[in-house]
T-cell receptor
Framework: NAGVTQTPKFQVLKTGQSMTLQCAQD?????MSWYRQDPGMGLRLIHY???????DQGEVPNGYNVSRSTTEDFPLRLLSAAPSQTSVYFC??????????????FGEGSRLTVL | QQPVQSPQAVILREGEDAVINCSSS?????VHWYRQKHGEAPVFLMI?????EQKGHEKISASFNEKKQQSSLYLTASQLSYSGTYFC???????????????FGTGTRLTIIP
């Protein structure tokens, strides 16, 4: 099993450009989520999904869109990148949406720089 | 709301003990602990459920006081491999069915020196 796979690992954008961070898991996990990590801020939840076709907002959703058309994939879209979106992005999945039941499996992260 | 972790950073010599605290202003269903090494993804350590259960993982253990909404992570006889940033994640109590959001603290950076 590959686990949680994120692409790309590194990306540089100009302000106003759009892009999609890809996330795929092969563990048949019900729950998927996106976090961003900034120095001194910890991990902050952007969006999450409790199953195919179901998504919801986390703590910092502005400027990001998500969709979950399949159980395996959960892409994160930046519609018009801003320098404030410079961050490291982590995708994480879990077997069940009731998070007390098990751990989050994290991807390796995607480092995004917006100029 | 993010849980509050303390201390923000700690430096230990190999073999010394450390305690990392995590405190929430809201009632909690569970507390998760993760460790992240520089440039890597967070790695799961343990989950504690409401009920005050204490868990252990080698020389790393944790407790959860649900009345105080606090959890503590204990690292005994620390090893060089324990270095990294430790995060607590809190699952706020909304119902008896669990919660779909995990809110992380800002982390505690632990440095172990020989």
């Amino acid at each position: 099993n590959a686990g949680v796979t994120q692409t790309p690992k590194f990306q540089v954008l100009k302000t106003g450009q759009s892009m999609t961070l890809q996330c795929a898991q092969d563990m048949n996990h019900e729950y998927m989520s996106w976090y961003r990590q900034d120095p001194g801020m910890g991990l902050r939840l952007i969006h999450y999904s409790v199953g195919a076709g179901i998504t919801d907002q986390g703590e910092v959703p502005n400027g990001y869109n998500v969709s979950r058309s399949t159980t395996e994939d959960f892409p994160l879209r930046l519609l018009s990148a801003a320098p404030s979106q410079t961050s490291v992005y982590f995708c994480a999945s879990s077997y069940k949406w009731q998070l007390y039941t098990g751990e989050l499996f994290f991807g390796e992260g995607s480092r995004l720089t917006v100029l | 709301q993010q849980p509050v972790q303390s201390p923000q950073a700690v430096i230990l010599r190999e073999g010394e003990d450390a305690v990392i605290n995590c405190s929430s202003s809201k009632a909690l269903y569970s507390v998760h602990w993760y460790r992240q090494k520089h440039g890597e993804a967070p790695v799961f350590l343990m989950i504690l459920l409401k009920g005050g259960e204490q868990k252990g993982h080698e020389k790393i253990s944790a407790s959860f006081n649900e009345k105080k909404q606090q959890s503590s992570l204990y690292l005994t006889a620390s090893q060089l491999s324990y270095s990294g940033t430790y995060f607590c994640g809190t699952e706020i109590l909304i119902s008896n069915f669990g919660n779909e959001k995990l809110t992380f603290g800002t982390g505690t950076r632990l440095t172990i020196i020989p």
